[in-house]
């Protein structure tokens, strides 16, 4: 089956800088990768994906690339806020078949 | 944009006795589910795939006579965790999507606490 692997497992920035979080998966059939910030005792929530025919898709201030060849895909998150302090996790699915989810990030933004 | 509602949100339970954890897709049909189960600080663990009219599939190591899973309807899923123990305490979650949607959607999750 697929193996996720995320890292790092936390990461502290200060408001305004930049974080990156990266994944790689195992399993070449994958093509569909979302990523979902958890805040403590919620739900998880969809805050950008991207498939495997892209290469790097963009939605204000958070970006994701993908490189198929190398199986590794990162999440960038610019200009953080603190309400930006969250778990971060990654996930790779095949045709939307099973989500095999990352071990999270934890990422705190300090003011 | 689709919503699927779990409930309960919390439960505490004795030892032996058994819970059933509902999934519902509001205003989309669901014919796959998904069950993720997640210990404090770590990551959604694949339990098991839900399939409206037929049987669950499991992942490894999970026991399928423990955590029975129903989907008789398209819009409806549940979970039953048998004869619950301590280990079983957990923050149980599903995930759903609806075809016209793209992405998955989780349900709000269910605390789990056995004692």
């Known amino acids: 089956g697929e193996n996720v692997e995320q890292h790092p497992s936390t990461l502290s920035v200060q408001e305004g800088d930049s974080a990156v979080i990266k994944c790689t998966y195992s399993?070449?059939?994958?093509?569909?990768f979302p990523w979902y910030k958890q805040e403590l005792g919620k739900r998880p929530q969809l805050i950008i994906d991207?498939?495997?025919?892209?290469g790097e898709k963009k939605d204000q201030r958070i970006a994701v690339t993908l490189n198929k060849t190398a199986k590794h895909f990162s999440l960038h998150i610019t200009e953080t806020q603190p309400e930006d302090s969250a778990v971060y996790f990654c996930?790779?699915?095949?045709?939307?078949?099973?989500?095999?989810f990352g071990s999270g990030t934890k990422l705190n933004v300090k003011p | 944009g689709a919503v699927v509602s779990q409930h309960p949100s919390w439960v505490i339970c004795k030892s032996g006795t058994s819970v059933k954890i509902e999934c519902r897709s509001l205003?989309?049909?669901?014919?796959?589910m998904f069950w993720y189960r997640q210990f404090p600080k770590q990551s959604l663990m694949l339990m098991a795939t839900?399939?409206?009219?037929?049987?669950?599939?499991?992942e490894q190591g999970v026991e399928k006579d423990k955590f029975l899973i129903n989907h008789a309807s398209l819009t409806l899923s549940t979970l039953t965790v048998t004869s619950a123990h301590p280990e079983d305490s957990s923050f149980y979650i599903c995930?759903?999507?609806?075809?016209?949607?793209?992405?998955?959607?989780f349900g709000s999750g269910t605390r789990l606490t056995v004692v």
């Open positions: 995930s759903a999507r609806d075809r016209g949607a793209y992405g998955y959607t």
């Open positions: 399993d070449s059939a994958s093509n569909y």
């Open positions: 991207i498939r495997s025919n892209v």
């Open positions: 996930a790779a699915s095949n045709n939307f078949n099973k989500f095999y």
């Open positions: 205003d989309f049909q669901a014919t796959t």
């Open positions: 839900s399939n409206e009219g037929s049987k669950a599939t499991y």
